[in-house]
């Protein structure tokens, strides 16, 4: 709050940019080309390029090559982390009868990649351990917390137990969590057609969902915890750095984790007894969902090669003209866990003709103020590996000298998203209504605004949405590589991409994520690739050249006011809930009521939820609120004005907004990280029953389409996780925010 103040006091704002510099914008917006967008793609997906594999490194050198041919400064830096690739794994069901699970996704016609078997990484989750498991099966719904109250009310207890969930409703990693927390010994994942197989549509190569024997790889490394290499947290995985024994590193699973498909999953499911599957945990299985356990037993065994592999993290810049050290960086990452066309490469061919543009742009006489820097983030997908590892190389310079991040990642078809860091939430909106949809030919901005129209459940909702002045952005969990930026290091930062009308997520983290599906169903003529150049190039070009940063404060206040309110209703909520509950149970309720034929035990009694002192929070959030007014205030007498910039006072307002999201970051306890202070957070779980909003980004109150569940949802999956509502819990008697999604 006192950065606020004293920004306020020496505001002093022109009253709008120089026409010179909206000229170069829209010079700029004028030049990405979708065609050398679709070849980029088809260059960098040609092959499988996961971590460690020579197709990873031959991106690579091939990025830098075409960053240099536009005209920047390129490099490739190093880092060497823990990547492990299975060398046996075994599934197979052993009583009442034998079968074994194929674990293979095989080609099809008429997609030339998908043979590339020699090239592909098998399918398994990263960074579970070694195991070898003989069990009882135990069906485990989507395997989050409320999933296993229900179980234990059904008197079905995991224990000693191999438990096979479904993907879905949280981040992959928090199911074996929760399964090792309640003793099972080993877990499977699996993608029911419900949630993105032919319950959805057609399923490829005829349609767009997910295949029987369709797979989604993935980490389910503890990223909450920490993010970035296992065995080097909170320094860079350099040559020389001190590691961690395997033994000693707390990301990794604490029980032997495995995907499989539908077509693998079906046997094993349909051998499974016990009470029949509550009705909201049935997929679309052609089979009657029991929960177990027996007669299904299991025999379950992955082992993996444990090596280091080498990172290549392509960095490109174009040097500022007045303040070089001050960086605008944008990031995407290039690893994939096959040929990765969509996850990540429609993002990267975007950036990848960014750079183009702005080096014609260049060549044309244009120079940013400050240095603008593009990243091409290798080891994203196992664990944000190369964009941690480099924030923790750089962190010292890059808290001098980062005024923004800017992330994309996978891009499809449809409505413009941006979530981020509040202060940033009046320019988000700004570059938005200065793109023009490349299919309904309106500004991005108002598609996206009479899209939230047509789903706000409320007059209200509708009214608020027609009459605030700037659509509102959701705050950023985790997920992509965004996140040491923000939780880490504490740079204002914003994760952009388009999509809702592309192909959904039946491909996600599978063979068949390739340029022959994402050319037919995601994005068939490139143009909103095209349209996130345009984007994330227009971000960058009123960054760069911005007198003053364009930071406001006021969505950033509003929103922790929010925060503070939905912690308050939720205690009062919880404490009600509680009572009620306990009164229940003392009546007798639940075995007046209970079905004979169910066999459901009552809830156990819970502790009562205490009252809480909200009064700190109460007078922080007041305190900037009323800064943020302050600084506001300031901004609209500078701009009535008229007055010119002047040079010092403008360089120690910006001094004092960068320093604005780094005081926000806090070091919390029990944590061996630094993470935001607001960093909104979604439960693993808190109902079993599936849900159409999203739960992973582009949720509700971001400037963008409700786009579903990256794992797995019934709607476009691709946004990334850990963008959830704030939703503290209540357990125990005490209030903390569940754990993030990444």
């Given at each position: 709050?006192?950065?606020?103040?004293?920004?306020?006091?020496?505001?002093?704002?022109?009253?709008?940019?120089?026409?010179?510099?909206?000229?170069?914008?829209?010079?700029?917006?004028?030049?990405?080309?979708?065609?050398?967008?679709?070849?980029?793609?088809?260059r960098?997906?040609?092959?499988?390029?996961?971590?460690g594999?020579?197709?990873?490194?031959?991106?690579?050198?091939?990025?830098?090559?075409?960053?240099?041919?536009?005209?920047?400064?390129?490099?490739?830096?190093?880092?060497?982390?823990l990547?492990?690739?299975?060398?046996?794994?075994i599934?197979?069901?052993?009583?009442?009868?034998?079968?074994?699970?194929?674990?293979?996704?095989?080609?099809?016609a008429?997609?030339?990649t998908?043979?590339?078997?020699?090239?592909?990484?098998?399918?398994?989750?990263?960074?579970?351990?070694?195991?070898?498991?003989?069990?009882?099966?135990?069906?485990?719904?989507?395997?989050?917390?409320?999933?296993?109250?229900?179980?234990?009310?059904?008197?079905?207890?995991?224990?000693?137990?191999?438990?096979?969930?479904?993907?879905?409703?949280?981040?992959?990693?928090?199911?074996?969590?929760?399964?090792?927390?309640?003793?099972?010994?080993?877990?499977?994942?699996?993608?029911?057609?419900?949630?993105?197989?032919?319950?959805?549509?057609d399923?490829?190569?005829?349609?767009?969902q997910?295949?029987?024997?369709?797979?989604?790889?993935?980490?389910?490394?503890?990223?909450?915890?920490?993010?970035?290499?296992?065995?080097?947290?909170?320094?860079?995985a350099?040559?020389?750095?001190k590691?961690?024994?395997?033994?000693?590193?707390?990301?990794?699973?604490?029980?032997?984790?495995?995907?499989?498909s539908?077509?693998?999953a079906?046997?094993?499911?349909?051998?499974?007894?016990?009470?029949?599957?509550?009705?909201?945990?049935?997929?679309?299985?052609?089979?009657?969902?029991?929960v177990?356990?027996?007669?299904?037993?299991?025999?379950?065994?992955i082992?993996?090669?444990?090596?280091?592999?080498?990172?290549?993290?392509?960095?490109?810049?174009?040097?500022?003209?007045?303040?070089?050290?001050?960086?605008?960086?944008?990031?995407?990452?290039?690893?994939?866990?096959?040929?990765?066309?969509?996850?990540?490469?429609?993002?990267?061919?975007?950036?990848?003709?960014?750079?183009?543009a702005?080096?014609?742009?260049?060549?044309?006489?244009?120079?940013?103020?400050?240095?603008?820097?593009?990243?091409?983030w290798?080891?994203?997908?196992?664990?944000?590996?190369?964009?941690?590892?480099?924030?923790?190389?750089?962190?010292?310079?890059?808290?001098?000298?980062?005024?923004?991040?800017?992330?994309?990642d996978?891009?499809?078809?449809?409505?413009?998203?941006?979530?981020?860091?509040?202060?940033?939430?009046?320019?988000?909106?700004?570059?938005?209504?200065?793109?023009?949809?490349?299919?309904?030919?309106?500004?991005?901005?108002?598609r996206?605004?009479?899209?939230?129209?047509?789903?706000?459940?409320?007059?209200?909702?509708?009214?608020?949405?027609?009459?605030?002045?700037?659509?509102?952005?959701?705050?950023?969990?985790?997920?992509?590589?965004?996140?040491?930026?923000?939780?880490?290091?504490?740079?204002?930062?914003?994760?952009?991409?388009?999509?809702?009308?592309?192909?959904?997520?039946?491909?996600?983290?599978?063979?068949?994520?390739?340029?022959?599906w994402?050319?037919?169903?995601?994005?068939?003529?490139f143009?909103y690739?095209?349209a996130?150049?345009?984007?994330?190039?227009?971000?960058?070009?009123?960054?760069?050249?911005?007198?003053l940063?364009?930071?406001?404060?006021?969505?950033?206040?509003?929103?922790?006011?929010?925060?503070?309110?939905?912690?308050?209703?939720?205690?009062?909520?919880?404490?009600?809930?509680?009572?009620?509950?306990?009164?229940?149970?003392?009546?007798?309720?639940?075995?007046?009521?209970?079905?004979p034929?169910?066999?459901?035990?009552?809830?156990?009694a819970?502790?009562?939820?205490?009252?809480?002192?909200?009064?700190?929070?109460?007078?922080?959030?007041?305190?900037?609120?009323?800064?943020?007014?302050?600084?506001?205030?300031?901004?609209?007498?500078?701009?009535?004005?008229?007055?010119?910039?002047?040079?010092?006072?403008?360089?120690?307002?910006?001094?004092?907004?960068?320093?604005?999201?780094?005081?926000?970051?806090?070091?919390l306890?029990?944590?061996?990280?630094?993470?935001?202070?607001?960093?909104?957070?979604?439960?693993?779980?808190?109902?079993?029953?599936?849900?159409?909003?999203?739960?992973?980004?582009?949720?509700?109150?971001?400037?963008?389409?409700?786009?579903?569940?990256?794992?797995?949802?019934?709607?476009?999956?691709?946004?990334?996780?850990?963008?959830?509502?704030?939703?503290?819990?209540?357990?125990y008697?005490a209030?903390?925010?569940?754990?993030?999604?990444?």
């Open positions: 709050m006192k950065i606020l103040t004293a920004a306020a006091a020496f505001a002093v704002l022109a009253a709008s940019p120089p026409e010179s510099d909206v000229q170069w914008e829209r010079d700029y917006r004028a030049l990405p080309r979708a065609d050398s967008i679709r070849e980029f793609n088809r960098l997906s040609a092959v499988p390029h996961h971590v594999s020579p197709g990873d490194a031959d991106n690579a050198k091939w990025l830098e090559q075409k960053f240099r041919e536009f005209g920047l400064d390129a490099k490739i830096e190093t880092f060497d982390v990547f492990p690739t299975p060398k046996e794994r599934l197979e069901l052993v009583e009442p009868a034998g079968f074994r699970a194929s674990l293979v996704e095989p080609p099809v008429g997609d030339p998908s043979s590339q078997k020699d090239l592909q990484l098998p399918t398994y989750n990263a960074y579970s351990i070694d195991g070898d498991v003989t069990a009882p099966l135990v069906y485990v719904n989507y395997g989050v917390p409320a999933d296993y109250e229900r179980l234990e009310r059904l008197g079905v207890d995991v224990r000693g137990k191999i438990v096979i969930a479904r993907y879905g409703a949280s981040w992959r990693g928090i199911k074996p969590k929760v399964a090792a927390e309640h003793g099972a010994l080993a877990c499977l994942i699996y993608s029911d057609p419900k949630d993105d197989g032919y319950s959805e549509g399923v490829y190569p005829r349609g767009s997910r295949p029987p024997a369709g797979v989604q790889r993935g980490s389910v490394a503890d990223m909450p915890l920490y993010p970035g290499d296992p065995l080097t947290p909170g320094v860079g350099t040559a020389g750095a590691r961690l024994d395997r033994k000693d590193a707390a990301t990794l699973t604490k029980i032997p984790v495995m995907p499989i539908y077509g693998d079906q046997p094993l499911l349909a051998a499974l007894g016990g009470p029949v599957a509550p009705p909201e945990w049935r997929g679309a299985l052609a089979i009657t969902y029991h177990g356990p027996g007669p299904a037993k299991a025999h379950f065994r082992a993996f090669n444990w090596k280091l592999e080498t990172l290549h993290d392509v960095i490109a810049k174009i040097p500022g003209s007045t303040w070089p050290d001050e960086w605008v960086i944008h990031g995407n990452h290039h690893d994939a866990w096959v040929n990765g066309s969509e996850d990540p490469i429609s993002g990267l061919s975007a950036l990848l003709e960014e750079a183009r702005l080096g014609d742009l260049w060549k044309k006489g244009w120079r940013p103020k400050r240095t603008i820097v593009l990243c091409a290798d080891g994203e997908e196992p664990g944000l590996l190369g964009s941690t590892e480099w924030v923790e190389t750089h962190e010292a310079e890059l808290k001098q000298k980062a005024v923004a991040y800017l992330n994309t996978s891009n499809s078809a449809g409505y413009l998203s941006i979530d981020g860091s509040h202060s940033l939430e009046a320019f988000a909106n700004g570059v938005a209504g200065d793109i023009e949809d490349p299919v309904k030919k309106v500004s991005a901005a108002r996206v605004r009479l899209k939230r129209v047509e789903d706000a459940r409320t007059a209200e909702e509708r009214k608020e949405i027609r009459e605030r002045a700037d659509l509102k952005i959701d705050a950023l969990g985790s997920g992509s590589d965004f996140t040491p930026f923000l939780q880490h290091a504490g740079i204002a930062s914003l994760n952009l991409g388009f999509g809702g009308e592309g192909g959904g997520g039946g491909v996600y983290h599978s063979i068949y994520d390739d340029f022959a994402v050319s037919r169903f995601d994005d068939p003529d143009a690739g095209r996130l150049s345009q984007t994330t190039g227009t971000a960058l070009l009123r960054l760069a050249s911005a007198d940063l364009p930071f406001e404060f006021s969505g950033l206040a509003e929103s922790v006011a929010k925060y503070v309110k939905e912690i308050q209703d939720l205690a009062k909520e919880k404490r009600e809930a509680t009572e009620e509950r306990n009164r229940e149970i003392e009546e007798g309720l639940f075995e007046a009521t209970n079905n034929r169910e066999l459901l035990k009552p809830p156990p819970q502790p009562p939820v205490p009252y809480f002192d909200f009064s700190p929070l109460e007078n922080a959030s007041a305190t900037l609120s009323a800064a943020a007014r302050g600084y506001a205030a300031a901004l609209a007498r500078a701009r009535a004005a008229g007055k010119p910039l002047e040079a010092a006072r403008a360089a120690e307002v910006n001094r004092l907004l960068r320093g604005a999201a780094p005081a926000l970051v806090q070091a306890p029990l944590r061996a990280r630094l993470l935001h202070g607001l960093r909104r957070q979604d439960p693993a779980g808190r109902a079993g029953a599936p849900r159409r909003e999203a739960v992973e980004g582009g949720c509700a109150g971001s400037l963008g389409h409700r786009r579903g569940h990256r794992e797995g949802r019934r709607a476009d999956p691709r946004r990334r996780e850990g963008a959830g509502q704030l939703a503290p819990t209540v357990r008697g209030i903390f925010p569940a754990r993030m999604r990444s």
